[in-house]
T-cell receptor, first 115, second 113 residues
Framework: DTEVTQTPKHLVMGMTNKKSLKCEQH?????MYWYKQKAKKPPELMFV???????INESVPSRFSPECPNSSLLNLHLHALQPEDSALYLC??????????????FGNGTRLTVT | GNSVTQMEGPVTLSEEAFLTINCTYT??????LFWYVQYPGEGLQLLLK?????DKGSNKGFEATYRKETTSFHLEKGSVQVSDSAVYFC????????????FGKGTLLTVNP
C-alpha cells in the first residue's frame, strides 16, 4: 500500500467545471510535489512545495492552482481545463527538498479526463 | 543540463530469463541515481538507489551499480517473474536547494509465463 494517498482515483470533468485533486501523507515529509504523466511518458514536474511554501512552478498554466494547507496535505485546484490536460496526476512527497538522500514517494495518482 | 538515456522498449522476456535495462546519464556534480518502477494502474515506486560512485543498490532481486567512469546505472535481475511486468524509469537528482528529478523515458518490460 502506498503511503501517499490521492483522491479521487478517477475524475471526469467538463471544460467549464471547477474541481480539486487531493493528496495526503503522514510520513512527516516536508516536501510535496505535483507531477503530470501522459501515457507512455515519464512524469513531468509541475509544482514543488517545501515547508508549505511553493518553491518551484514549472511554468504551469494558471488553470492549475496548487495549495498546501499544511505539511500533510496538498491540493490541486482545476478550472477551465482543456482536453489536452487529460492525464494521470501524481502527487509525491520526500523528507526534504534537497533530494540527495530523500527519494520521492508517489501516490497512485488521479486519472483525469477533460471532456 | 542533466539528462538520462535508457534503452527503448518494449522488452519482452520469458519467465526466469536474465534482465538488463541500460541507463546512462549526463549530470553536473555528483548525482544520486534511482530506478523507479510503475506497475499498471499505479504510481511510481522507488525500486533502488545509489548515492555515490561504486554503490550498488538492490531490492527484490534487482541490482544496479553506480559507475562513474562509464556514467551508467544499468538495472539487472537474474531471473524475472511475470509479476515484474511494469515500466521501469531510470532517474537522477543532482541535489541543490530545489529538488528536481530527471527521468529517462521509461522501458516497458513484459514477462511471459
Amino acid at each position: 500500500d502506498t503511503e501517499v494517498t490521492q483522491t479521487p482515483k478517477h475524475l471526469v470533468m467538463g471544460m467549464t467545471n471547477k474541481k480539486s485533486l487531493k493528496c495526503e501523507q503522514h510520513m512527516g515529509h516536508r516536501a510535496m510535489y505535483w507531477y503530470k504523466q501522459k501515457a507512455k511518458k515519464p512524469p513531468e514536474l509541475m509544482f514543488v512545495y517545501s515547508y508549505e511554501k511553493l518553491s518551484i512552478n514549472e511554468s504551469v498554466p494558471s488553470r492549475f492552482s496548487p495549495e498546501c494547507p499544511n505539511s500533510s496535505l496538498l491540493n490541486l485546484h482545476l478550472h477551465a481545463l482543456q482536453p489536452e490536460d487529460s492525464a494521470l496526476y501524481l502527487c509525491a512527497s520526500s523528507l526534504d527538498a534537497t533530494g540527495l538522500n530523500s527519494p520521492l514517494h508517489f501516490g497512485n495518482g488521479t486519472r483525469l479526463t477533460v471532456t | 543540463g542533466n539528462s538520462v538515456t535508457q534503452m527503448e522498449g518494449p522488452v519482452t522476456l520469458s519467465e526466469e530469463a536474465f534482465l538488463t535495462i541500460n541507463c546512462t546519464y549526463t549530470a553536473t556534480g555528483y548525482p544520486s541515481l534511482f530506478w523507479y518502477v510503475q506497475y499498471p494502474g499505479e504510481g511510481l515506486q522507488l525500486l533502488l538507489k545509489a548515492t555515490k560512485a561504486d554503490d550498488k543498490g538492490s531490492n527484490k532481486g534487482f541490482e544496479a551499480t553506480y559507475r562513474k567512469e562509464t556514467t551508467s546505472f544499468h538495472l539487472e535481475k537474474g531471473s524475472v517473474q511475470v509479476s515484474d511486468s511494469a515500466v521501469y524509469f531510470c532517474a537522477l537528482n543532482s541535489g541543490g536547494s530545489n529538488y528536481k528529478l530527471t527521468f529517462g523515458k521509461g522501458t516497458l518490460l513484459t514477462v511471459n509465463p
